[in-house]
C-alpha cells in the first residue's frame, strides 16, 4: 500500500510539474499533500499494530515526530510537548490505547492548527494517584461548546477516551483558546 500510495504521489507530482498552466494544479497539490498524510498514518497503524503494547516512552518518540512535522507544516505556530518527571515512562498501554491516545493528540493539534488561529500550541502528560492527563491547549479562537455542531474530530476524541474508559473535557472561550484534557485511568 505504500509503495502504491508514494507512485500516486510521484505520478502527481509528475503531472502537476508537467502541467504547471493546467487549471486543476492546485487540487494536484491537495492530492498529493493527502496521499503523504495517509503514508504517515499508515505507518503509525503498522507501527501500533507491531507492537503488543506502548509505553509512554514509546508514545514520546511517535508524539515527537508528529510535533516536529507539525512545526515544518505551520511555521507561524509554537508547539511545546512535554511528559511530566512524574510519569511513568515505563506505564504500558495495549497498542490499541496507544494508538488512541497518539490519535487523541494528533486529532487536537491537528484541529488548533488547522481551524483555530493559534500561535501557540502545547502537549503536556501528567500523571496523579489514578490516573494520567494527556492536556493539549491552544491560544486559538475558540468556541461556544453549546453553540457549535461538534464534528467528527471533537467526536473521535470522546470516544476514543471513552474506549480506554477515560474522560474527555472540553473548555473553549471565544478569543482565548481551547483546552482538551483526556483523563485515563490506570
Known amino acids: 500500500i505504500g509503495s502504491h500510495l508514494t507512485f500516486i504521489i510521484s505520478s502527481l507530482d509528475s503531472l502537476k510539474y508537467k502541467h504547471k498552466d493546467f487549471p486543476a494544479a492546485d487540487s494536484l497539490t491537495g492530492i498529493s499533500g493527502f496521499t503523504k498524510q495517509t503514508i504517515y498514518e499508515l505507518r503509525d497503524t503498522i507501527w501500533a499494530m507491531n507492537k503488543n503494547d506502548i509505553s509512554f516512552e514509546d508514545l514520546q518518540t511517535r508524539i515527537s515526530n508528529f510535533i516536529n512535522q507539525a512545526k515544518i507544516a505551520s511555521n507561524e505556530t509554537t508547539f511545546s510537548f512535554t511528559i511530566n ?31 483555530a488561529n493559534s500561535t501557540e500550541i502545547s502537549v503536556t502528560i501528567n500523571e496523579t494517584e489514578s490516573h494520567f492527563n494527556v492536556i493539549i491547549k491552544d491560544n486559538g479562537n475558540g468556541f461556544e461548546i453549546d453553540k457549535i455542531k461538534q464534528g467528527n474530530g471533537l467526536s473521535n476524541i470522546k470516544k476514543r477516551a471513552k474506549d480506554m474508559n477515560g474522560l474527555a473535557l472540553i473548555s473553549s472561550e471565544i478569543n482565548k483558546g481551547t483546552s482538551i484534557n483526556i483523563e485515563l485511568p490506570k
Open 85 to 115: 518527571d512524574s510519569v511513568n515512562k515505563q506505564h504500558l498501554f495495549t497498542s490499541v490505547e496507544g494508538m488512541n491516545v497518539y490519535r487523541i493528540i494528533q486529532e487536537a493539534v491537528n484541529n488548533a492548527s488547522k481551524y
